[in-house]
């Protein structure tokens, strides 16, 4: 079948709309018609070359939408069934899933080629290179995708995908850094760096796991009220401001946690953020910047006597197969917001417009809405 789907060719130059080539569902996979995709910073990383990926791809890794089919062996859903897709597949059997680690499946080792299991991909499309990758194995920016059945977890019928789109990336990613990576007590005191569509998330992690001072930091204003809105007791410009903050709220020891989700994580941000963390405090790092750059140059020493801990956090240390619905439950009961955190939505068509909104600080978070014909 055709479908058009959102493709970088060149890292640098813009995404182009074009129509390829989708084959059906083999062993094991099933054809998605996304409804609803994601504008999540981290495409930008694969356009712009930060993440380096195999191309062309097809973008779009937050999505949402209906089996249309399912090929053989197939038994996680059936046609008709809607889904929140997750960005990391899980197998249930590595031994990251069997230790409740889905985060970190084996599975996911490809997200970048953009490859099915067997190198198979079901996207084709015009140019020298024929074989399209789909972003995490998903693609979500495609009208249609052929997809694992590892990739899809299914909600209820009655779940708005609109908003339940949120679930596949950015609202995990963030409340888990905070509730999971982060572990977050009643009344820490906690600071989040960042508040675009996985830093909003962190924040109203660290709310629901009951932080007492919640410093959200953005050089934004509109950020920097949203976090207001939505749980932060404080918010300020910089890192450094947050630590002063901190450390006035603390007999001046600093943060408990920090959770680290600017878009893109330089020296300078991990190192106000170690300073702003105290004691036997632990900072989390969500957000990422180039595979080659070194952002961390931190002095050893005095994270040994201050026992801090620093560590990495890839899709806030959730599983998907449990945490999607459980997410998606906190949103019923009014605990996790999602429809405050959509800013705009856009069609395929408007995918560049989405990030420039997204670069130039607009939105929380944008949404695709999908057309079919
Ligand atoms: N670890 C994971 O599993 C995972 C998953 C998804 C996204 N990410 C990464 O998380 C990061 C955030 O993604 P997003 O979609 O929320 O991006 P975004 O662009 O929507 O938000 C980033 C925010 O950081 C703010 N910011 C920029 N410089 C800052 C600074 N010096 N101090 C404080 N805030 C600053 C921006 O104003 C913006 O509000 C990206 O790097 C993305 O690739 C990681
Ligand atoms: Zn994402
Ligand atoms: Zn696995």
Known sequence: ?????????????????????????????????????????????????DLEARLPMVLGHEGAGIIEEVGPGVTRVKAGDHVVCSFIPNCGVCRWCATGQQAICDMGATILEGYLPGERFPFTGPGAEKNYGAMCMLGTFSQYATIHQNSVVKVDDDMPLDKAVLVGCGVPTGW??????????????????????????????????????????????????????????HAVATAAEAMELA????????????????????????????????????????????????????PGSIMTLFKKTLKGSLFGDCNPTTDIPK???????????????????????????????LLNGKNIRGVLIHEHS
Not at 11 to 20: A, D, Q, Y
Not at 178 to 197: H, L, Q, R, S, Y
Not at 201 to 226: C, H, M, S, T
């Open 176 to 233: 888990g850094s905070a509730v999971n990576a982060a572990a977050v007590k009643p009344g820490e005191t906690v600071i989040v760096v960042g508040v675009g569509g996985i830093g909003i998330n962190a924040v109203q992690g660290a709310r629901f796991a009951g932080a007492k001072n919640l410093i959200a930091v953005d050089p934004l204003e509109n950020k920097r009220e949203k976090a207001m809105e939505l749980g932060a007791t």
């Open 1 to 49: 079948m055709k479908t058009k789907a959102a493709v970088v060719y060149e890292t640098g130059k813009p995404i182009e709309i074009v129509e390829l080539d989708l084959d059906g569902p083999r062993e094991g996979e099933v054809l998605i018609r996304y409804t609803h995709a994601g504008l999540c910073h981290s495409d930008v990383h694969i356009s712009h070359g």
């Open 247 to 298: 450390q006035s709220m603390t007999n001046g020891n600093g943060a408990d946690k920090t959770i680290i989700t600017a878009g893109i994580v330089t020296e300078e941000i991990v190192t106000d953020s170690f300073n702003a963390t105290g004691k036997g405090g632990t900072i989390v790092l969500t957000g990422l910047n180039k595979l080659s750059v070194d952002n961390i140059k931190l």
């Open 327 to 357: 997410i998606l439950g906190l949103y019923q009961s009014g605990d996790i917001k999602l429809d405050e955190i959509i800013t705009r939505t856009y069609t395929l068509d408007q995918v560049n417009e989405g990030y420039e909104d």
